[in-house]
């Protein structure tokens, strides 16, 4: 690993650990100037496409949901871990068929499946977002169709 002080190329180890599922965190040393700083591990998935609604298409960003489900939970105090547990779980689902492309609306929907089931408050504030409305009765029906009751 360089160092990113002084561009050495060897680096010592010194705590390792698992923050998150499948992400190792290291903290290392470098061995010629001594600088000490992290680095995050996470598996390489193979490359995944994702179409956007306007035809376009993109490479997947992970980050791109994370940020979402975080803006989505920003006012229900929710631990950093849980959320990226539920970004993991996410993830899991949408690559579980090995998908070479995925659509943009399909991400959206199982975003929303997750948040549904993890805060419901999130889940509304999403769903205002990822689909359009007419009025806002159109968006309360659509709430209570979700949750089998009225919001």
Known sequence: MRCPHCQHEDARVLDTRM???QTVKRRRQCSSCGFRFSTMERPV?????VLKRSGRMEEFDRQKISASVQCALKKGNRRL???E???EEILQNLFAE?????????????VL?????????????????HRTFADLKEFQRQIGESHGDTF
């Open 98 to 110: 090995k998908p070479k492309c995925l659509s943009s609306q399909k991400i959206g929907e199982e």
């Open 45 to 49: 998935r193979e490359e995944i496409s």
């Open 81 to 83: 871990e849980e959320v």
């Open 19 to 21: 923050p998150e599922p």
């Open 113 to 129: 499946r997750s948040l549904r089931r993890f805060d419901r408050l999130a889940y509304a504030r999403y769903l205002s977002v």
């Open 85 to 87: 547990a539920l970004v």
